[in-house]
């Protein structure tokens, strides 16, 4: 198991929650008060957690690309050389379809890079590495979903990245091989700033293509304010976010540095 994997997850919720809930407990004696603010931050942070007007909120302030609206696709071929779409895990060993998949926000993100595709008639990159060290990569199984889903063929597959960094480290050694500088980047709207500053700080241009917001009036009984366990995944993946974001400048150089 990396250990970055192992770190990430017992900070992040629910591992951190779920740290401070135990830290409360092993408290309660020793120091009442201690245990008691422990408690509380962490069952509110649960409950917050949980949301779906917390996720409407955070994706407004997370999602700051606009959406790339239809009437400016055919102007895309002139603008940009290929367009790239990032991976997002996979689903493993799925009897229905007789092996692993993309992950269903990998899913909406390949649908939308097939409609792209089909219109531009632009060349795709998938990007994504091994799952946990495991074969088929995500890229793999990326372009095989386009292929037979959407009938549109992958010209590059880059299978080596395990982060948003190495997505736009190694996408960008390929697309100069190419002659490519600009590209249509496709992944989810929260995804959006952290892989646009990636692909940028290693020389390659970027068009937002963000799809999937959560950033919009959420529909919900009681506007959003009863617990739901989809919210508390859409909150985390929004929490990644802004930590990704405050994170990576401090981690990563720029490719001109």
């Keep these: 198991m990396p250990i970055r994997y192992f770190f990430k997850q017992m900070l992040l ?36 957690m949980s949301l779906p007007v917390v996720v409407e909120w955070t994706a407004r302030l997370v999602e700051r690309e606009p959406a790339l609206i239809e009437s400016q696709w055919a102007q895309l071929p002139e603008q940009a050389g290929a367009i790239v779409v990032l991976g ?3 689903e493993q060993h799925d009897p229905a379809w007789g092996g692993d998949q993309p992950g269903y926000t990998a899913l909406e993100r390949l649908r939308y890079a097939a409609r792209l595709a089909k219109v531009t008639e632009l060349p795709i990159l998938t990007s994504g590495g091994l799952h946990y060290g495991q074969p088929p990569s995500e890229a793999m199984l990326g372009a095989e ?22 997505n736009a480290v190694f996408s960008a050694e390929m697309l100069r091989e190419a002659g490519i500088e600009r590209v249509v980047l496709v992944t989810s ?4 700033p952290r892989s646009r500053w990636c ?3 290693n020389g390659i241009e970027v068009i937002a293509a963000p799809v999937g917001f959560m950033g919009v009036p959420n529909g919900r009984p009681l506007n959003g304010w009863l617990p739901e366990a989809k919210a508390f995944w859409q909150n985390g993946m929004l929490l990644n976010e802004v930590v990704g974001m405050a994170v990576y400048p401090l981690v990563y150089r720029s490719a001109n540095d």
């Design 13 to 48: 919720p629910p591992g951190g929650l779920l740290l401070l809930l135990l830290l409360g407990w092993w408290l309660r004696r020793r120091a009442p008060r201690l245990a008691a603010l422990c408690f509380g931050v962490g069952l509110v942070g649960l409950w917050l």
């Design 189 to 192: 709207a929260s995804h959006m």
């Design 88 to 90: 997002a895990g996979r």
């Design 199 to 201: 692909f940028e700080q």
């Design 145 to 166: 979903v386009l292929q037979r889903d959407f009938g549109v063929a992958t010209r590059w597959l880059e299978e080596r990245s395990r982060t948003t960094w190495e």
